[in-house]
């Protein structure tokens, strides 16, 4: 069911200082970036390794988000290779879906859950065009 850990996600309130020290002191490389529906800087994506990522969110005060969010630990992301096989075995243990299976921006498809202490849970089937399998 779970095939690997995908990403962990966190929101930074420096992007710049983030990648600094992400990409400068511990060696990640920057693989790509998505922008968000206008079209604005969303998420930068720093390979680890093959299919597994370091998420960074624009977090802090900028022009875009004028209130920023909390900084630091956003969601974890477990890789499965059937989004609807999983989807369907949390229903059945009686965990709430917060998000039904659906198709993201970045073409792969997701649902997400909360654990117990209400800590974000993403799962996620990678699509084969996705910039995560050509990264």
Aim: charged share 25%; glycine share 8%; aromatic share 10%.
């Amino acid at each position: 069911m779970i095939t690997g850990l995908g990403h962990a996600a966190f929101m930074t309130e420096d992007m710049d200082a983030s990648l600094k020290f992400y990409c400068d002191v511990l060696g990640l490389k920057k693989a790509f970036e998505l922008n968000n529906e206008r079209g604005e800087p969303w998420i930068v994506y720093l390979k680890i390794c093959d299919e597994q990522f370091l998420e960074l969110f624009y977090g802090g005060e900028t022009r875009q988000n004028p209130a920023p969010r909390q900084i630091g630990y956003n969601h974890l992301c477990l890789q499965v290779d059937d989004i609807h096989v999983v989807a369907n075995h949390l229903r059945q243990m009686g965990v709430h879906l917060d998000v039904e299976p659906k198709q993201g921006m970045d073409l792969n498809y997701q649902c997400w859950v909360r654990d117990p202490d209400g800590n974000r849970i993403e799962f996620m089937q990678l699509h084969p065009d996705s910039p995560q399998k050509r990264a």
